[in-house]
């Protein structure tokens, strides 16, 4: 049973940083891209980025590139994201979710239940 497991969030004031770590289990973890997307309250899904199998190949949302980094850690099944000068509006409810194959993300098949992040001052 594929299982995806979000941890990191919390509140924090603007400008402040989070780290969201992500254990997946149940499947070969890499052999698969993922990726993180969010749900703002009263929004739809946003997808915020994806990176392939190895970690070789990255892609942000032009909302967050620059202040958000990707990351896996393929020997402790885990993905990373690394979120910097957080802003009131990146206040969410943030998803892991598993790609269909190694190097197809932005597309995904599997989510976990979300973590909630505040940005407040």
């Known amino acids: 049973e594929v299982q995806l497991v979000e941890s990191g969030g919390g509140s924090v004031q603007p400008g402040g940083s989070l780290r969201l770590s992500c254990a997946a289990s149940g499947f070969a973890f890499d052999g698969y891209a993922m990726n993180w997307v969010r749900q703002a309250p009263g929004k739809g899904l946003e997808w915020l980025s994806g990176?392939?199998?190895?970690?070789?190949?990255?892609n942000y949302a032009d909302s967050v590139k620059a202040r958000f980094t990707i990351s896996r850690d393929n020997a402790k099944n885990t993905l990373y994201l690394q979120m910097n000068s957080l802003k009131s509006e990146d206040t969410a409810v943030y998803y892991c979710t598993k790609g269909p194959n190694r190097s197809t993300y932005y597309f995904q098949d599997y989510w976990g239940q979300g973590t909630q992040v505040t940005v407040s001052s």
């Open positions: 990176i392939n199998w190895d970690g070789g190949s990255t």
